[in-house]
């Protein structure tokens, strides 16, 4: 066993840490103040669609729609140059179209590519603040007709398939009467709260943020490379998406879906 494997061995398991050993050295006061504030930004499930927006008027909102920040009135600029055709630029497909689901080829391909560990050192292919790696990762085939969550463990390159009463995962997902059309799969990035505030404390919270949008755009490259398409929504009550993960809400903190599918015409 290499310094690096020694260093994160706990609970028996090379490159596993027991939750009981993680919430012996968690401070609850901090976990409940970051979890208050994260909150301050949930869904409850009955928000009205419309009710989401918290601009006085459509008029208002539009106008902020796409546009920079200019820091400098009236400062110099330095055009860049064209170096692609902009029609061939990947945008998020506003709606997916019924497609086969993927198979463990496919999804095998996708983790390996964009989230499994080096087997020697434990590194995962994206960034994370003193190594922590606090953001869990989730997966859901949504072409099944009872899907069941399966939770990836980086480091053996596996899922650990978790027991859920959920009912309605697609309205958990994505909201009621979502526009997204028939996505076949999601990643769901949650963050472990005690994980996260272990070491770094407040500036954690932060640097968790930051891995899981690097851990977004890793799977945007690999769901690319298996012919299909994603995009991000947020639309989700935290403690119904929890719930029906089988996690306590006040340590597991639902961040973002990332759903798959084929895009529409």
């Given at each position: 066993?290499?310094?690096?494997?020694?260093?994160a061995?706990?609970?028996?398991?090379v490159?596993?840490?027991?939750?009981?050993?993680?919430?012996g050295?968690?401070?609850l006061?901090?976990?409940?103040e970051?979890?208050?504030?994260?909150?301050?930004?949930?869904?409850l499930?009955?928000?009205?669609?419309?009710?989401?927006?918290?601009m006085p008027s459509?008029?208002?909102?539009?106008?902020?729609?796409?546009?920079d920040?200019?820091?400098?009135?009236?400062?110099?600029?330095?055009?860049?140059?064209?170096?692609?055709?902009?029609?061939?630029?990947?945008?998020?497909?506003?709606?997916?179209?019924?497609?086969?689901?993927?198979?463990?080829?496919?999804?095998?391909?996708?983790?390996?590519?964009a989230?499994?560990?080096?087997?020697?050192?434990?590194?995962?292919?994206?960034?994370?603040g003193?190594?922590?790696y606090p953001?869990?990762?989730?997966?859901?085939?949504?072409s099944?007709s009872?899907?069941?969550?399966?939770?990836?463990l980086?480091?053996?390159?596996?899922?650990?398939?978790l027991?859920?009463?959920?009912?309605?995962?697609?309205?958990?997902?994505?909201?009621?009467?979502?526009?997204?059309?028939?996505?076949?799969?999601?990643?769901?990035?949650?963050?472990?709260?005690?994980?996260?505030?272990?070491?770094?404390?407040?500036?954690?919270y932060?640097?968790?943020?930051?891995?899981?949008?690097?851990?977004?755009?890793?799977?945007s490259t690999?769901?690319?490379?298996?012919?299909?398409?994603?995009?991000?929504?947020?639309?989700?009550?935290?403690n119904?998406?929890?719930?029906?993960?089988?996690l306590?809400?006040a340590?597991?903190?639902?961040?973002?879906?990332?759903?798959?599918?084929?895009?529409?015409?």
């Amino acid at each position: 066993m290499n310094k690096n494997q020694s260093d994160a061995y706990a609970g028996g398991c090379v490159g596993e840490i027991s939750w009981v050993d993680l919430m012996g050295r968690s401070d609850l006061k901090l976990m409940h103040e970051v979890s208050t504030f994260h909150h301050r930004g949930s869904f409850l499930r009955t928000t009205p669609i419309e009710n989401r927006r918290y601009m006085p008027s459509t008029e208002d909102s539009a106008s902020w729609m796409s546009r920079d920040t200019v820091m400098v009135q009236g400062g110099i600029l330095m055009e860049l140059l064209d170096s692609c055709d902009i029609e061939q630029l990947r945008r998020s497909p506003i709606r997916f179209k019924a497609c086969s689901p993927l198979d463990m080829k496919g999804i095998s391909k996708i983790f390996s590519m964009a989230f499994r560990s080096d087997p020697e050192t434990l590194l995962r292919p994206y960034p994370s603040g003193g190594r922590i790696y606090p953001i869990e990762l989730f997966f859901l085939d949504l072409s099944s007709s009872q899907p069941e969550p399966l939770h990836y463990l980086h480091n053996r390159h596996a899922f650990e398939r978790l027991s859920s009463e959920c009912s309605d995962w697609e309205s958990a997902l994505l909201g009621p009467q979502h526009p997204w059309g028939e996505p076949v799969a999601a990643l769901i990035y949650v963050l472990n709260l005690p994980k996260s505030l272990v070491k770094y404390r407040y500036r954690g919270y932060r640097l968790a943020l930051i891995e899981a949008g690097c851990m977004m755009q890793q799977g945007s490259t690999a769901v690319v490379e298996v012919g299909l398409r994603d995009r991000i929504t947020n639309a989700f009550s935290d403690n119904e998406l929890a719930a029906c993960l089988g996690l306590n809400p006040a340590c597991f903190l639902p961040i973002a879906v990332q759903i798959i599918g084929k895009p529409g015409d």
